[in-house]
């Protein structure tokens, strides 16, 4: 039988379990990682045009990694990325979150592609920019936070 892969934590191993103001903007202190994994769980707002924005800001501030926008008022996912201060094509899915629900994102950061888990649905982001240059967690919008884990951790092979 296999082993599982041995998991090495970098210093930077953050968990808040809080009612967390917004919006939510903090950097990271080791950088993420093939094997990282982010999670952030809320509740969100009773508001029919709310939404919600997650951005995985880089270290030039036109760039974004990975946005992340529960549109309630389209009933949409979009996912997209922000390079050289230009929009890329969006991703646009079926919302599977209601208004006033609690929620979990979890983000998987795989080789080639970011895996985005909320609540049992499951969506996925090819990279258009590089993992290593992620900087920044931002939230903001219709929710309220209660809890944020990033373990940017580095698997052994």
């Known amino acids: ?62 760039d974004i990694f990975l946005h992340i926008n529960p549109c309630f008022d389209q009933r949409e996912l979009v996912l997209n990325t922000k390079s050289k201060g230009k929009w890329m094509k969006e991703e646009r899915y079926p919302l599977a979150l209601q208004n006033d629900s609690k929620f979990t994102f979890t983000l998987f950061f795989h080789e080639s592609h970011t895996e985005i888990h909320l609540n049992e649905k499951k969506y996925s982001l090819k990279h258009r920019l590089p993992l290593d240059g992620i900087q920044k967690l931002q939230l903001h919008g219709s929710c309220i936070l209660s809890y944020i884990s990033i373990r940017p951790f580095r698997a052994i092979e």
């Not at 039988?1 to 379990?17: N, S």
């Not at 950088?31 to 919600?52: F, P, T, Y």
């Open 1 to 62: 039988m296999l082993a599982a892969p041995k998991l090495i934590p970098f210093a930077l191993c953050a968990t808040m379990k809080l009612t967390i103001l917004q919006p939510y903007c903090d950097s990271f202190f080791e950088q993420l990682h093939v094997g990282g994994i982010i999670r952030v769980d809320g509740v969100s707002s009773d508001n029919k045009k709310g939404r919600i924005h997650f951005n995985l800001l880089m270290r030039n501030p036109e």
